[in-house]
């Protein structure tokens, strides 16, 4: 069972609302409480704190998509694990070649130890992602300076397809942000359900044993 969440929104909060989740397993069933604007991580914990009731374990990680219009000079800010988000400047060539990206990647795989967000390109060498994986939200962010490009942000599900058209925030003098939550991936070895009125969880029956058959 995978919750996928919201798509990437403009500002500095993941959108999710509160609400409760209530998991029934072979164990039993828990209710919990998912807070306003909750974390992938901060959900699957709450899950997790259950799983002795309920049988079931779950587990958090967000992935976002980077794509930029043109080749030139850009300076992002992200912020994850870090208090303060964190300026990252890198230059970009062709935007959807695996070379245009590379400094990007490297630029942010440098401040990794920092955010808690890695960065590689996508399969197709069209864009960059970021990954977070404890299922914190990544915040990605330009600054008062104007990029030379726009730079959209977009949400990926757990299976790297974008939620969405994602965020495009302009070229120009304004600072933006765009805000991300994770998915959580929920699993037992005997059938469970979920049922939720938080979009952090989107509930729904499963009738699945093991992760590898997760729909």
Known sequence: ????????????????????????GALGSKTVAATLNATAKATADLINGQTSG?????????DVSLAFSVAG??????????????????SVGVPTTVDGLSAA????????????????????GTSVILTNANGNDITVGDTAVANTGTTTVAKLNSLGVAI????????DATA?????GGYVVLDSEKSFS??????????????????????
């Not at 309920?54 to 967000?62: D, I, L």
């Not at 939720?196 to 058959?213: C, H, I, Q, Y």
């Open 54 to 62: 309920t049988g079931v374990t779950a587990t958090a990680r967000t």
């Open 176 to 180: 933006d942000t765009t805000t991300a």
């Open 73 to 90: 000079s850009y300076t992002v800010t992200l912020k994850s694990e870090n208090a303060t988000a964190q300026n990252i400047s890198f």
């Open 1 to 24: 069972f995978k919750a996928e969440g919201l798509l990437a929104i403009a500002g500095a909060v993941n959108g999710n609302g509160l609400g409760n989740v209530t998991v029934s």
């Open 164 to 171: 969405g058209v994602g965020v495009t925030m302009a070229a």
């Open 194 to 215: 979920v049922v939720s009125t938080s979009t952090a969880v989107v509930g729904g029956p499963s009738l699945l044993n093991k992760v590898s058959d997760l729909d």
């Open 105 to 124: 990647v490297s630029a942010i795989n440098d401040q990794t130890s920092k955010t808690g967000v890695t960065a590689a390109i996508d399969s197709a």
